[in-house]
C-alpha cells in the first residue's frame, strides 16, 4: 500500500488540491500548504517510489530564488497593477454613464438599442478598462434602472449587461490574458493581437443575439420612446461627419505611405480622428451649427476613450512600448482623462490604489502558492503524468484540446480565471507543446473558455456583482413615478445562460478557424520569391544567376571559370604551375637541406632492455 502511495503521488496530490479548494480553503494557502505537505510525505516515500519520486531536503533552498526570481523580478505581471489603476481611475470618472447615455440615444430608435449600447460600451470599457468588476457594476448601476423604465425583459437586461462586463477578460488588454502569457512563456504583445479578433467577434455574436431576441420576442427590447431621446435626430450629420473623417484619413494615408509604410494606416486614421474631433469641438464651443447635437455627443464623447485605447494597445502593437509601458501610459492617460472631466480629487486616486493593492496581492500571493505547489508536483514527476495522460488522449490534437476544454470549463464552476490560470494552465501547456499546438492560439482559446467562469450559475462573480447592484425590493422610478419590480437571483441566472451557451459557441468557433489568432504571426513568405541580386563590381564580368542570354547581335557570353581568381581588366595573371603533391611520408621541409634519416632497426624484444 506504501509503495501504491509513492508510485502514484501525482494523482493523489492534485485530487488533495481539489479537495481543499472545494472545501473553502483560499487558493493561495491551498496551494502552499499542500505543496508543503506532499514535500514532506515525499521525502520520506522516496525510497519506496522506484525512482518516481525525486525529492530532498536541500530541494527547499530553491524555493527562495523561485520567489525573488521568478515572481517579483517578472516585470511582464508589472502591467497588472498599471491597467487595474488605469480601469478603477475611468470607472471613478464617469467615462462609463456618459458612453451609456451616449450611444444609448444613438440606437434609442432601433428595437433593443439598449441592449446593443450596453454590449459596445461593454467592449469600449473592456479596452480601456481590463477589469470586470468595474464594468459589471459601472453599467448595473446606470444601465440597468434604464433598461427596466422602459419595459425591458429582466432576464435579458441582467444577462446582456453581466455578459458584456465579461468582454474584459477576452478583449485586450485584459488581465488574464497577461497572465496566460506569462504562464505559456510567450509574448504578451502576441497575445493581445491574437486574441483581439476573437474578442470583437464575441461581441459581434452577442448583439446577434440581441437581434434575433428583438425579433421574436419584440415585447422583450422595445425601442426608447421619443420624449427620452433628448439629443433629439441627427444621423445623417453623424454619417457626414464619419464620411469627412474617412476622406481626411485616405488622404493622410496617401501622403504617409512612402515614408511610414505598414504604420501609414495607424497614423492616418489618428488624423482622421483628431480632425473630426478638433472641428466638433469648435462646433459646440463656436455654435458654428456645422453638425447635430447627437453627431456633436457622439465624437465628443467617443474620441476621448478610443485615443486612450490606441495610447494602450496602438503603441504594443506598433512595438514602439511593451505591455508595461502601455499599462503606466494607460494609466497616465486615465488621470488626464479624470482631470478634464473636473472628477480627479485624492479620494479617487485613494480608492483606486487600495484596489489596485488588493487585487494585485490577490494575484502576488497565488503565484507564489503555485510556484510551492509547482515545486513538489514536479519532484513527484507530475508534470510526466499529466503530459502522459493528455498525449495519449484519443483523437490526437483534437481530443486533446476537446477534453481540456471540457475540463476547464467543468473546473470554472468552483474557481475563477486567476486560480484556473495559475494551477491549470502550467499543467497543459507542456502537452499542448508537444502535440504542436501553438500556445498563443491555446491561450486565446483558453481566455474565452476561462470568460466562461464569471458567467457561471451559481458562483459566477458577473452574477455576484451584478446581484450587489440590482434592486432586491420594489421602488419608485424618479423620472416616470411607477413602481419598478425588483430583479431576482433566479432571473440573473435564467439570463446569464444564452450568453455562456454563446461563449462556448465561441470557443468552437475558435478552434474551427485558428486563423483568427494565428494572424498575429503576420503574412507567410513565399520562397519562391525572394530574389538574390549580386553586387555589381567594375571589371568583373560576371553573368546574371541561371542560364546566361546573348545580347541583341552578339554570342553568349562564356561562363567565367570560377576555379581561377577573378581579372579586373588588367594583363592576364601567368597561370602558376600546379604544386607538387607533398609526401606526406616524410617529416615537412623548412628550407633546409633534405635529410633523409635511416630507417631505425627494429628492436629485440627477447632481449630485456639495456639502458646504457
Known sequence: MIEFIAQNMAPIMFASLIIFLLIGYPVAFSLAANGLLFFVIGVELAPLSAGSINL??????????RFYGGVMANDTLLAIPFFTFMGIVLERSGMAEDLLDTIGQLFGPVRGGLAYAVILVGALLAATTGVVAASVIAMGLISLPIMLRYGYDRRLASGVIAASGTL???????????????????????????????????????????????????????????EARTLGHGITSLIFALLAA?????????????????????LAATVGIIAIYIVAILDKALNLNLMSRLAQQVVIVLIPPLALVFLVLGTIFLGIATPTEGGAMGAVGALVMAAAKRRLSLDVVKQALASTTRLSSFVLFILIGSRVFSLTFYGVNGHLWVEHLLVSLPGGELGFLIVVNLLVFFLA??????????????????????????????????????QTSFMHPPFGFALFYLRSVAARVPYLDRITGKQIAPVTTGQIYWGAVPFVLIQVLMIALTILFPQMVMHYKGKVVDPGSIEIKMPELPGLSLPPLGAPTAPQGGTAPAAPDLSQPPSFGGTPAPQP???????????????????????????DLSKPPSFN
Open 56 to 65: 530532498s531536503w536541500p530541494l527547499l533552498y530553491a524555493l527562495p530564488d
Open 413 to 450: 464552476f468552483f474557481l475563477d480565471f486567476f486560480e484556473l490560470a495559475f494551477i491549470i494552465v502550467p499543467l497543459l501547456a507542456p502537452a499542448a507543446e508537444k502535440l504542436g499546438i501553438d500556445l498563443i492560439w491555446f491561450g486565446v482559446l483558453l481566455g474565452v473558455n476561462m
Open 246 to 266: 474617412v476622406a481626411i484619413a485616405y488622404g493622410a494615408y496617401r501622403y504617409l505611405e512612402p515614408t511610414q509604410g505598414e504604420n501609414a494606416d495607424i
Open 168 to 226: 474584459a477578460q477576452i478583449i485586450p488588454p485584459s488581465l488574464v490574458l497577461i497572465v496566460l502569457a506569462d504562464q505559456l512563456g510567450r509574448s504578451v504583445g502576441d497575445m493581445y493581437a491574437g486574441a483581439l479578433i476573437p474578442g470583437l467577434v464575441l461581441t459581434g455574436l452577442y448583439m446577434s443575439y440581441v437581434l434575433i431576441t428583438s425579433i421574436v420576442k419584440p415585447d422583450w427590447a422595445p425601442a426608447l420612446p421619443a
Open 577 to 603: 604551375a600546379a604544386p607538387a603533391t607533398p609526401d606526406l611520408s616524410q617529416p615537412p621541409n623548412f628550407g633546409n637541406a633534405p635529410a633523409q634519416p635511416a630507417a631505425p632497426a627494429a628492436p
